[in-house]
T-cell receptor
Framework: AQSVTQPDIHITVSEGASLELRCNYSYGATPYLFWYVQSPGQGLQLLLKYFSGDTLVQGIKGFEAEFKRSQSSFNLRKPSVHWSDAAEYFCAVGVSGGTASKLTFGTGTRLQVTL | GAVVSQHPSWVICKSGTSVKIECRSLDFQATTMFWYRQFPKQSLMLMATSNEGSKATYEQGVEKDKFLINHASLTLSTLTVTSAHPEDSSFYIC???????????FGPGTRLTVL
């Protein structure tokens, strides 16, 4: 079965600093990979996704992620963090099955941004 | 596009009563919808996969008689928490799958509090 590990439970960065959130997955085949962001009391918003092709994926809000098969990683990056980026970030791996991909989520990383 | 709504956004009920949560895909048809449960400061746990016109598939450990799922149309799935108890209090999130790779689009969530 697939699994996702987000080793950092909580990260604090200063506004304007760069950010990298780590994500490692375990899956026997080429996975579908996602990063979602969740603000308190809200649903999930998709930041970016990787299905195939270019391993460097651009997303919304200036985020990008790089799929590294050799490291089983899909780390999320942003060159300059804004205070509004403070939220919970979830990495997920999808397994295609019929009409939909079943997602397994990591435990999440809470991002705090200091001014 | 790809908007998913949930109703209600929050609900408080007495122990022993049943609560119905609706999940609608507003601008697309979804053959498959998913129901997740999220405890405070934790990740999303898949409860069940709902396919239009057929019985839902429940994840291990999820009581199908307690969490009744109906997917009567391509735009509506409902989750009914029967005989709710305080331990059922949680944040329930649905998603609807669309597109050739079955990408999931998430609703804003429903906060259930059982007194």
């Amino acid at each position: 079965a697939q699994s996702v590990t987000q080793p950092d439970i909580h990260i604090t960065v200063s506004e304007g600093a760069s950010l990298e959130l780590r994500c490692n997955y375990s899956y026997g085949a080429t996975p579908y990979l996602f990063w979602y962001v969740q603000s308190p009391g809200q649903g999930l918003q998709l930041l970016l996704k990787y299905f195939s092709g270019d391993t460097l994926v651009q997303g919304i809000k200036g985020f990008e992620a790089e799929f590294k098969r050799s490291q089983s990683s899909f780390n999320l990056r942003k060159p300059s963090v804004h205070w509004s980026d403070a939220a919970e970030y979830f990495c997920a791996v999808g397994v295609s099955g019929g009409t939909a991909s079943k997602l397994t989520f990591g435990t999440g990383t809470r991002l705090q941004v200091t001014l | 596009g790809a908007v998913v709504s949930q109703h209600p956004s929050w609900v408080i009920c007495k122990s022993g009563t049943s609560v119905k949560i609706e999940c609608r895909s507003l601008d697309f048809q979804a053959t498959t919808m998913f129901w997740y449960r999220q405890f405070p400061k934790q990740s999303l746990m898949l409860m069940a996969t709902s396919n239009e016109g057929s019985k839902a598939t429940y994840e291990q450990g999820v009581e199908k008689d307690k969490f009744l799922i109906n997917h009567a149309s391509l735009t509506l799935s409902t989750l009914t928490v029967t005989s709710a108890h305080p331990e059922d209090s949680s944040f329930y999130i649905c998603s609807a799958a669309s597109g050739p790779l079955g990408e999931q689009f998430f609703g804003p969530g429903t906060r259930l509090t059982v007194l």
